[in-house]
């Protein structure tokens, strides 16, 4: 059995995920982006049918949040570990894992710093929609990971930026996207492991003269992403505006997944 200490940490990368600790508003954001997207595949069934399970016993989740990707994996698990920077994640990852493992344990600290946790000693370790803000720690991932085993990272296309840059300047949040995205992933990835293979998710989120409510909600949940650019009032304001004009609003969402190996 493994034990735990907490490690607190505050940085910028923290103060922009705060809004993930808002299960509600998540939730609630999770069926937009579901209910307008092309791709009617659940990206996290896309990247559960990736692995093969039979080999994927001790599992560690960074940047896990509540346990989104928990909620679809499958039970018969011996050890989930997730790592997550908001104490208010604890509790609500807690109870998908243990549903899943036998033993679940959470860890709060900032990404990347040393984890404390034994050197090769996971089959899997998942890191989605979140190796942006620590792609520091891909070190780290390649010492946790057993040989033999998988890393698997779901990430953005920078190109997600396109169709809101034609209005506002998102330089800041381009450089956290450019962190890790799915353009540069590989090559950064290369540098600690020897394969590196990738799942494409192609997507698009549509919104129509109905949807202004569900288009006001969708950018006001990225607000801590956009602020330090623009004032998210203002981008909402203006994004409700070009949908009440043009009838349709379109915006990129492509995806991509990393299934790594040493």
Known sequence: MLEMTTTAGHTHETRVIRSYSNHRLHAEVGAII??????????????????????A?????????????????????????????????????LAA?????AEALFR??????????????????????????FPGAIPEIARLLKPGGVFVCLT???????????????????????RFSAENGEALLRQ???KVNYIDYPNAIVFHPDDEKSLATYIDFKREF?????????????MVAELKRKGQLRFNKNDRIFVVGK
């Open 34 to 55: 579901r209910e307008h997207s092309e791709n009617k595949n659940d990206i996290r069934t896309v990247v559960r049918d990736a692995i093969a399970w039979d080999r």
């Open 57 to 93: 016993k001790s599992i560690a989740d960074l940047g896990c949040g509540y346990g989104w990707f928990e909620e679809v994996m499958p039970a018969g698990r011996d050890l989930i570990v997730g790592v997550d920077c908001l104490a208010e994640n604890e509790e609500p990852f």
């Open 97 to 101: 894992a243990r549903a899943r493992a």
């Open 108 to 133: 709060m600290m900032t990404l990347p710093a040393p984890t404390g946790l034994p050197t090769a000693h996971f089959d899997l370790i998942v890191s989605l929609y979140s190796l942006y803000f």
């Open 156 to 178: 953005h296309s920078a190109s997600m930026l396109e169709e809101g840059e034609h209005y506002f300047d998102f330089r800041n949040l381009r450089k956290v996207i450019e």
């Open 192 to 194: 600690h492991f020897a």
């Open 226 to 238: 956009i602020e330090k650019d623009v004032d998210p009032a203002i981008v909402r304001e203006k």
